[in-house]
């Protein structure tokens, strides 16, 4: 019993403690240059969709809920966020090339239509994040059009990877 007592009082320590070292928020004061809407505008509907599914994870500013006050989960969100911006960050998508835009966008499409993004991780937690097949829909038709507008404006070859 004395076992389980200390190291209970060891592990209320070490969570105390770890409150004090926190990561960086993801949290912008204002636009990037490079935000997709600076090259590709965003209607309204579009934009309210995804910025309640995609952007806390694929952008320069996280909404933070209360809980990402706490240790671990604010190094497990930061993590969370920093592999979504890797993968694919609205905020920064004008500074990527064309192809890699338009590949990017392609991938977008289908996880949507395949319902892989958003992830279940985050929907389970953030009920406004969960899109209707409509939703679904809108975004994807958008992803859409910006590939065929990029299509009118890029030779093919420098959209689409060669296959050898």
Known sequence: MRFFKKLLIILIIVFVIIQFFRPEKNI?????????????PMPGEVKAIMSKA???????????????????????????????????????????????????????EELVKEKE??????????????????????IADWFVSVREKMKSEYP?????RLRR
């Open 54 to 108: 995609c952007f806390d994870c694929h952008s320069n500013n996280t909404r933070y809920p209360w809980y990402a006050e706490v240790q671990p989960v604010a190094w497990w969100l930061a993590d969370h966020v920093e592999e979504g911006k890797g993968g694919l960050n609205f905020s920064e998508f004008a500074a990527y090339s064309p192809r890699k835009q338009y590949r990017k966008l392609e991938e977008a």
């Open 28 to 40: 912008s004061a204002q636009t990037s240059r490079n935000d997709i809407t600076t090259i590709h």
């Open 117 to 138: 993004m958003p992830l279940a991780s985050y929907t389970w937690i953030h009920n406004d994040a969960r899109l209707s097949d409509d939703e679904r829909r809108v």
């Open 156 to 160: 093919a070859d420098s959209l689409k």
